[in-house]
T-cell receptor
Framework: NAGVMQNPRHLVRRRGQEARLRCSPV?????VYWYRQLPEEGLKFMVY????????ESGMPKERFSAEFPKEGPSILRIQQVVRGDSAAYFC?????????????FGDGTRLSIL | SQKIEQNSEALNIQEGKTATLTCNYT??????LQWYRQDPGRGPVFLLL?????KEKRKERLKVTFDTTLKQSLFHITASQPADSATYLC????????????FGTGTRLTVIP
């Protein structure tokens, strides 16, 4: 069984460009979570999605960031007009249900570097 | 607001000894507590989950305790090995309605041969 797949693993963008990060959850998982990890900092929650719906985006910056999880295809985290401060590792996780006793399965992240 | 603290950013121990990592939380009452391991350049990997009504949980060389009175969880690795070197993250979670995990900053464990 394939785990959570994220691509690309590394992404380099210039300031002002757009970054699109993709996440394919574990087969059968309908709950997807995005986290950001800044250098030397902990993992911070950004957004939680269930198929076609954003359930909680309380951790996502109000501007330039958006996320989707369409009926078909991977979840996408989109960052418009990137700035240097967006450089970080972005992790996606999935779970079969929304419950505190459900472990989350993480991908190996996309490392975004802004030139 | 919720606060999660893990003991010292880095912990060095000798191979064969028991490593003990601490996770303290404040301002909420989790029903579960999860522990994850993260290696450099990789995503977190789930290790163990303990429920609030469980005092202790074991899995091979790992042992987790959960004290809801002290608001603390201890994570033990017995007979530690260099391969156990990694960053360990705790995530106290709520029952139901849990939208996401709040992680501690992690403890970087180095097991010295």
């Amino acid at each position: 069984n394939a785990g959570v797949m994220q691509n690309p693993r590394h992404l380099v963008r210039r300031r002002g460009q757009e970054a699109r990060l993709r996440c394919s959850p574990v087969k059968g998982h309908s709950h997807v979570y995005w986290y950001r990890q800044l250098p030397e900092e902990g993992l911070k929650f950004m957004v939680y999605l269930q198929k076609e719906n954003i359930i909680d985006e309380s951790g996502m910056p109000k501007e330039r960031f958006s996320a989707e999880f369409p009926k078909e295809g991977p979840s996408i985290l989109r960052i418009q007009q990137v700035v240097r401060g967006d450089s970080a590792a972005y992790f996606c996780a999935s779970s079969p249900r929304r419950d505190g006793n459900q472990p989350q399965h993480f991908g190996d992240g996309t490392r975004l570097s802004i030139l | 607001s919720q606060k999660i603290e893990q003991n010292s950013e880095a912990l060095n121990i000798q191979e064969g000894k028991t490593a003990t990592l601490t996770c303290n939380y404040t301002n909420y009452s989790p029903a579960y507590l999860q522990w994850y391991r993260q290696d450099p350049g990789r995503g977190p990997v789930f290790l163990l989950l303990i429920r609030e009504n469980e005092k202790e949980k074991r899995k091979e060389r790992l042992k987790v305790t959960f004290d809801t009175t002290l608001k603390q969880s201890l994570f033990h690795i017995t007979a530690s090995q260099p391969a156990d070197s990694a960053t360990y993250l705790c995530a106290p979670t709520l029952q139901g309605g849990a939208n996401n995990l709040f992680f501690g900053t992690g403890t970087r464990l180095t097991v010295i041969p």
